[in-house]
């Protein structure tokens, strides 16, 4: 197999190199804050044989991937919430379950890998919190230099994981896409190899490997995928996964794609519906999908047009509903960004074939923001002296 880049606005073709970040003729219309225009994705020429692994369909040798155990992450069949809510055929990809527990570890392990291959030592981002922890323990695990900006606002558990993993962090006094502008200065100046989200090629592409475990696992193609939305980035993964698997013939036809954003944080789908994307400050429980401009929203737009996906929200009371609801009835805790995904199905489900095969992506571990998850429950606010009293 031999892989290039090609720009998803005009087509062009590059070579893979560590320097190639977008296109340099359509991002010379990028305008400040705004989503990037002439994102790359890999193209991928050649055949599959018979027995593939994963592998075969990334575009840099095995051989260099650090030692971390990255993907290959548990499918669950949720009985109880599969008959109360009568879908016998209802999956939960549990990605909480990566090493730096939450979906980014995907596209960490691909930059990461490219990072050793073309001997660069040092890899810089910017993070609402899971991209930067998780670059940071992939980067420990292959010796790399991992410098992250983070936003004020992020959750103490993900900060706390980047400084435990080495990583040099400036938090940043400001929001996501403030981190994002220094970052990539930072990168200019310093030099090295950016891993901001659709920014680096290969975080796409790094994020598709769910798509290839979910056929792997399910023997098939799932029906229906509902995925919790930010900048755009793991929706676009999932589909590059199935449109890669149906190019080499071995899907037949592309799942419907449900992206799930918080109604106070959505600029894809105002986009969805408008056909533009506004600047609007946000805010919302699930600080993963927090997102004022969606890096990667014209991309992730196209894709959704293009393969009849759809876009929905949801409310911060509905995510945090979902939340202890998926963990009480599942044993499945996941981060608010990860319920949102399960609150998205859990509205569109009288719209659903209850016989379809659908997959809900639970894209983080609920630990990683232990203070949100606490709006779901009642925590105990006397203390006990003997069991007399509670009899
Ligand atoms: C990053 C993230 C998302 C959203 O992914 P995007 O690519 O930004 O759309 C969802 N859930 C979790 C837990 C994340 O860390």
Redesign the pocket.
């Known amino acids: 197999m031999d892989f290039s880049y090609r720009c998803t606005v005009c087509n062009a073709s590059y070579e893979i190199t560590s320097d190639r970040m977008v296109c340099p003729v359509c991002s010379r219309h990028q305008e400040k804050d705004q989503p990037l225009t002439g994102v790359l994705e890999v193209e991928l020429h050649g055949t599959l044989d018979t027995h593939f692994n994963v592998f075969d369909m990334l575009p840099v040798e095995p051989e260099y991937f650090p030692s971390i155990p990255v993907g290959n992450t548990p499918l669950w069949e949720p009985e109880n919430i599969r008959r109360s809510m009568g879908f016998g055929r209802l999956f939960i990809k549990d990605d909480g379950l990566n090493p730096t527990a939450?979906?980014?570890d995907r596209a960490s392990f691909l930059v990461s890998a490219a990072a050793k291959k073309f001997n660069i030592q040092d890899i810089t981002l910017a993070s609402?919190?899971?991209?930067g922890s998780s670059m940071a323990g992939v980067g420990a695990a292959a010796g790399q230099r991992v410098t992250l900006f983070l936003p004020k606002t992020a959750p103490l558990a993900k900060l706390v994981q980047a400084l435990q993993y080495g990583a040099t962090v400036y938090r940043v006094n400001g929001n996501y896409d403030m981190a994002y502008d220094m970052s990539l200065e930072f990168s200019r100046l310093k030099g090295g190899i950016n891993r901001n989200?659709a920014y680096n090629p290969l975080t796409i592409e790094g994020?598709k490997t769910v798509s290839l475990e979910l056929v792997n696992q399910l023997g098939q193609a799932p029906d229906v995928v509902f995925?919790?939305?930010?900048?755009?980035?793991?929706?676009s993964?999932l589909y590059k996964g199935f449109r890669d698997l149906k190019e080499l013939g071995r899907i037949d036809s592309i799942p419907k794609i449900i992206g799930v954003q918080a109604e106070t944080s959505d600029a894809i789908s105002r986009a969805f519906i408008s056909g533009k994307f506004e600047n609007i400050p946000t805010s919302t429980v699930?600080d993963?999908?927090c997102?004022d401009v969606?890096r990667?929203g014209i991309h992730?737009l196209a894709q959704l047009k293009q393969f009849n996906g759809e876009m929905m929200t949801v409310t911060d009371t509905q995510i945090i509903q979902a939340q202890a609801y998926l963990s009480s009835s599942t044993g499945l805790f996941t981060?608010p960004?990860?319920a949102?995904a399960f609150a998205g199905f859990q509205k569109a489900a009288p719209g659903l074939d209850p016989e379809s095969v659908i997959v809900l992506l639970a894209?983080?571990n609920g630990l990683?923001d232990s203070s949100s998850a606490t709006l779901g429950i009642q925590v105990p606010e006397t203390l006990i002296d003997s069991v007399e009293e509670i009899l």
Do not use: M, Q, R, Y
Not at 128 to 131: K, S, W
């Open positions: 939450s979906f980014k609402t919190g899971n991209a989200t994020k995925v919790s939305v930010g900048d755009g980035c793991i929706l993964g699930a993963s999908i997102v969606p990667n992730a981060e960004a990860g949102a894209t983080g990683k």
